[in-house]
């Protein structure tokens, strides 16, 4: 249904002549010549767009020549934007972002606003059909910006068309018929029919997605009466491929098949090979609701080979799907699996959840965040200045202080007299403490920064782990244990920044800043010191003095080593809890020796921040196993799915009574772990239903967990199912003897 949306989209976009009479166009051309006649030929190429593309393609490139020779910059850049929707109506996508670039820096040479925004949308049309929403999604607010400067009402309507599909493509439905509405609005109120129509079937599209059959239904026949009036073929497939999914909602097969029929044939004519993939791939779904496989297959096998060759990812993630339970009917589970598994690693190369919000969140914040982001990174480049700085003052006043405690000290010994040795010794051994005193911070400081070093060290291993277990996440479904091992490392490194800014703390506020002044005092009295700590109020202070710096300065140092040791057992805790994700990372695929029990105290050591962050009691139960050969991350999948099932089935009891049990034995001929739990419990009719792949009882389940744990399970050999009274679940997974080694 979406395809042919976009395509209509564009065609509407460049509407400048589309109504012109072809005849009077060609008469003209005869007598016109130079500039003149570049703009016939821009002309006819508008005009033919609509039903025959390769006449738009002919055109084009003949005033794209001309414009050359005449050094028609405005011409050639129109022939360029006429050539590219040529190649886009030909499924050529590459080719087409291509060519609209080229005219794009045309029209901003010669500064025309309203062109430019045109072909800001016309790429970003092309990049939606690409499936690249975020790099469509910033073409669109571009020319959106440009066309709300310059008051073009019909293009604002357009942008908010196909913002309105972004979030369509991203399941922002709410959002998405929020844009149909302010477009149709518009288009509406400027009467432009070709604009109603593609907004009425883009709506009508919403409305489907939402289960309005009948609102849905009234927005694709006015579009389609529309299209038929104004002989627009695009908009007529596109009506019909809708209406014939409107029919399939009702199980009226036959009519569905009546009005595919009559899109593809309409596709067809204009050789547009996405609309043919795209409605080939809705008769095969409609010959498989009939039963008839024979008759599926090979409209699945076109759609699939035409979308290959457009390489259109959502048009091949329906190919996919549609194969993989055309195969599953036909109880060939390989080829099913086969086909889910490229169903599953297509979706989700092009939409994540992650995708979806950073979407939502640059259409309020487009230009807003993009300035608090060079003010942080601005932030964060003085703080690591001021950093700097204070490191180096902190070095030359150490520095400082060092030596001047050395010349002076080298000074009273060898300026004494004998009468003062005593005295002297006394001052020799403080300031001797001092000076080890401050040597030992000097090493502090040395610490402390090859600690930091270290800490930024692990930081860029931690983000390169997080970049792995991302990838892994992807790859084969471990995003659990990334999250639960980064939210591990997450408090370790909490108690480390602590540490890091206690010593800070105690270096800049260390009792070694006072000496400068009693030196200074010293060295007013250097002749007389003698007379001075005998006789002078203030000299006789000293020794008691010192006395207590020195003690003051032990002190420091004990606590200052304890706040490292803190820190050192902070980054060692760390490299323990990656330690234990790498010894599963990129295992997937591997069959290796494990022994269960060890398997299942790692999983629940990654994922012990979440256990007493929810307050859940495990309850272990291990019988004595066999070491067994198997995938160890198809396994380990599996744990961590139904470890976070169990975890969200006790969110509906009191905290102080969840518990999961886990049991694991052996016997003759099987290996078994049972998770179980006390939670909500599973319904009867539901115990088989979990599995299945969409089904889920949750509200923002996908139903995806459970079913690729059952996959997994069985491409092992094993068995997952379930067991529940109404009062708690339990999920068993069982492994045959048959492949169990010692």
């Known amino acids: 249904?979406?395809?042919?949306?976009?395509?209509?989209?564009?065609?509407?976009?460049?509407?400048?002549?589309s109504q012109t009479n072809i005849d009077s166009l060609e008469t003209r051309l005869k007598i016109v010549s130079n500039k003149e006649k570049v703009e016939v030929l821009n002309e006819l190429a508008q005009a033919y767009k609509n039903n025959l593309p390769e006449k738009t393609m002919e055109y084009g490139e003949k005033a794209l020549e001309l414009s050359k020779k005449i050094n028609y910059k405005k011409g050639e850049a129109h022939a360029l934007n006429n050539i590219a929707t040529a190649y886009y109506i030909s499924s050529d996508y590459n080719r087409s972002i291509e060519i609209f670039l080229e005219a794009l820096h045309l029209f901003e040479d010669i500064e025309d606003k309203k062109n430019i925004a045109q072909t800001l949308n016309n790429i970003g049309l092309t990049y939606n059909v690409l499936s690249k929403y975020e790099i469509s999604l910033d073409y669109h607010l571009k020319s959106l910006k440009i066309r709300e400067e310059i008051g073009d009402q019909e293009g604002?309507?357009?942008?908010?068309?196909n913002i309105g599909n972004i979030n369509w493509e991203t399941m922002n439905h709410d959002s998405a018929l929020e844009?149909?509405?302010?477009?149709?609005?518009?288009?509406?109120?400027?009467?432009?029919?070709?604009?109603?129509?593609?907004?009425?079937?883009?709506?009508?599209?919403?409305?489907?997605?939402?289960?309005?059959?009948?609102?849905?239904?009234?927005?694709?026949?006015?579009?389609?009466?529309?299209?038929?009036?104004?002989?627009?073929?695009?908009?007529?497939?596109?009506?019909?491929?809708?209406?014939?999914?409107?029919?399939?909602?009702?199980?009226?097969?036959?009519?569905?098949?009546?009005y595919s029929f009559k899109s593809l044939k309409t596709s067809e004519e204009m050789q547009e090979k996405a609309g043919i993939a795209n409605t080939s791939n809705n008769i095969g779904e409609l010959y498989m609701l009939l039963g008839n496989y024979n008759k599926a297959l090979p409209y699945f096998q076109r759609s699939l080979k035409l979308a290959e060759e457009i390489e259109a990812k959502s048009l091949l993630i329906n190919s996919y799907q549609s194969l993989s339970n055309l195969y599953s009917a036909q109880e060939n589970y390989q080829k099913a699996l086969d086909y889910f598994k490229l169903y599953t690693a297509t979706k989700d190369s092009i939409f994540t959840?992650?995708?979806?919000?950073?979407?939502?969140?640059m259409q309020t914040k487009y230009e807003t965040e993009k300035k608090e982001k060079e003010n942080e990174i601005l932030k964060k480049d003085n703080d690591i200045q001021k950093l700097e700085i204070n490191k180096q003052q902190n070095l030359r006043n150490s520095f400082i202080v060092i030596s001047a405690l050395v010349l002076i000290l080298a000074f009273v010994i060898y300026t004494r007299y004998?009468?003062?040795?005593?005295?002297?010794?006394?001052?020799n051994q403080k300031n001797t403490e001092i000076e080890n005193a401050n040597t030992e911070l000097n090493q502090k400081n040395k610490q402390i920064t090859k600690q930091k070093n270290q800490l930024s060290i692990t930081l860029k291993e931690l983000r390169e782990t997080q970049k792995m277990l991302t990838d892994t996440a992807h790859r084969a479904g471990m995003a659990e244990i990334a999250t639960g091992i980064l939210h591990n490392v997450g408090n370790v490194l909490n108690s480390v920044k602590v540490s890091s800014q206690i010593l800070k703390e105690k270096i800049i506020s260390s009792k070694v800043n006072n000496l400068q002044?009693?030196?200074?005092?010293?060295?007013?009295?250097?002749?007389?010191?003698?007379?001075?700590?005998?006789s002078d109020e203030k000299g006789k202070m000293l020794p008691e003095y010192l006395l207590k710096v020195g003690v003051t300065l032990k002190e420091e140092q004990d606590n200052s080593l304890k706040e490292l040791s803190t820190l050192h057992n902070g980054i060692n805790h760390i490299e323990e809890i990656i330690a234990v994700q790498q010894s599963y990372a990129g295992v997937s695929g591997l069959v290796e020796k494990i022994v269960l029990s060890d398997m299942m105290d790692d999983v629940l050591k990654m994922h012990s921040e979440m256990f007493r962050k929810y307050k859940i009691k495990i309850s272990k139960k291990y019988s004595k196993t066999k070491p067994i050969l198997i995938e160890k991350?198809?396994?380990?999948?599996?744990?961590?799915?139904?470890?976070?099932?169990?975890?969200e089935s006790l969110g509906t009891i009191d905290e102080k009574g969840r518990t999961i049990t886990i049991n694991i034995l052996e016997d003759k001929q099987h290996q078994t772990v049972e998770i179980t739990d006390n939670g909500a419990g599973i319904s009867k009719d539901n115990l088989t239903k979990i599995f299945s792949y969409g089904f889920s009882t949750k509200k923002d389940g996908k139903g995806f967990g459970l079913h690729t744990s059952a996959l997994a399970m069985s491409e092992m050999k094993g068995k997952l199912f379930a067991e529940s009274d109404g009062k708690g679940a339990k999920f068993i997974i069982s492994i045959p003897i048959e492949i169990v080694k010692d």
């Open 353 to 361: 959840e992650e995708s979806s919000e950073k979407i939502a969140e």
């Open 1 to 17: 249904m979406k395809f042919f949306c976009f395509l209509i989209i564009l065609i509407l976009s460049i509407n400048l002549f």
């Open 633 to 647: 991350g198809k396994l380990i999948q599996v744990f961590v799915n139904l470890l976070k099932n169990a975890k």
């Open 418 to 427: 004998r009468s003062k040795q005593k005295i002297n010794i006394i001052l």
């Open 517 to 534: 002044k009693v030196l200074i005092l010293m060295e007013e009295h250097i002749d007389n010191i003698g007379a001075f700590i005998t």
């Open 156 to 161: 604002i309507a357009a942008s908010y068309n």
């Open 179 to 258: 844009y149909y509405k302010k477009s149709l609005k518009i288009y509406e109120e400027i009467d432009n029919k070709d604009g109603i129509a593609v907004t009425s079937n883009n709506m009508g599209n919403i409305f489907y997605v939402l289960k309005k059959f009948d609102q849905s239904s009234k927005c694709f026949i006015k579009s389609l009466i529309i299209y038929e009036e104004l002989n627009k073929k695009y908009g007529v497939a596109a009506a019909s491929n809708n209406i014939a999914f409107v029919f399939k909602e009702a199980e009226n097969y036959n009519k569905a098949l009546e």
